[in-house]
DNA sequence: ATGTCGATTCCCT
DNA sequence: GGGAATCGACATA
């Protein structure tokens, strides 16, 4: 028995988009490079499932969702304005489903998510607190996840080459949450699907109103 | 080849 | 709470 003891993610709690999406909370998310480990708690996600008008999967396979249908657990990395965002693929092979992390609360490493963050971010001001990892785009900026993470699996978190590794690791035992749910922020079909999830009360999850 | 439109972020009022 | 930035994906031709 160790200390700190970390138990990777069930890729069985991976089988519907919404139970996903609750399920991915508190778990943690952990970036490993050569210099560095840094480790957040996931807070904040948003489900999209099959035939989901707002999914980027509606409409079929094309290069840039095609890793959407492929296994659970997969690692779904897209551009959306100057950002990047992470998905996890979940359900069944085939369904185009899965879950956007929309923000993490940091655990460890914070000054190399700092130094991350203020490196990629377009305005002045160098984020700190809660804005380093509150929003989808801000979290990908904060562990350096690019393009190179897309299709990779974040169940096993094998490592790629010299960039290191991108694992997912089971919510702690201990680390009892209250589950909150909303509407998707910042679609424009399906927006009345209350398929958002959060921590109740956590400070990383993205400000909206209506949350606790 | 060209036009539209974001699963966002930041800064300003 | 509003608007600009900004660029790749995708649809249309």
Request: net charge positive; with cysteine; charged share 25%.
């Amino acid at each position: 028995m160790t200390r700190n003891a970390s138990a990777p993610f069930d890729r069985d709690d991976l089988a519907d988009p919404a139970s996903a999406a609750r399920a991915l909370l508190g778990a943690h998310l952990v970036r490993i490079s050569n210099r560095n480990v840094r480790k957040a708690r996931i807070v904040e996600t948003e489900a999209y499932w099959e035939e989901d008008p707002a999914s980027h999967s509606f409409g079929g396979v094309t290069a840039r969702t095609r890793i959407m249908f492929g296994p659970p657990g997969s690692a779904y990395v897209y551009r959306i304005h100057r950002v990047l965002c992470l998905n996890v693929v979940v359900g069944p092979e085939g369904r185009g489903e899965a879950v956007l992390l929309r923000a993490i609360e940091p655990i460890a490493g914070i000054a190399e998510m700092e130094v991350a963050r203020a490196s990629q971010t377009v305005g002045a001001r160098e984020p700190r607190g809660v804005a380093l990892t509150n929003g989808p785009g801000k979290l990908c900026q904060a562990l350096d996840v690019t393009m190179d993470w897309y299709g990779t699996d974040l169940i096993e978190g094998r490592s790629l080459g010299q960039n290191g590794r991108l694992v997912l690791e089971a919510r702690p035992p201990a680390d009892f949450i209250r589950v909150g749910r909303s509407p998707r922020i910042g679609v424009s079909k399906a927006k009345e699907e209350m398929m958002r999830f959060y921590i109740k009360g956590n400070p990383w999850v993205s400000p909206r109103k209506g949350d606790e």
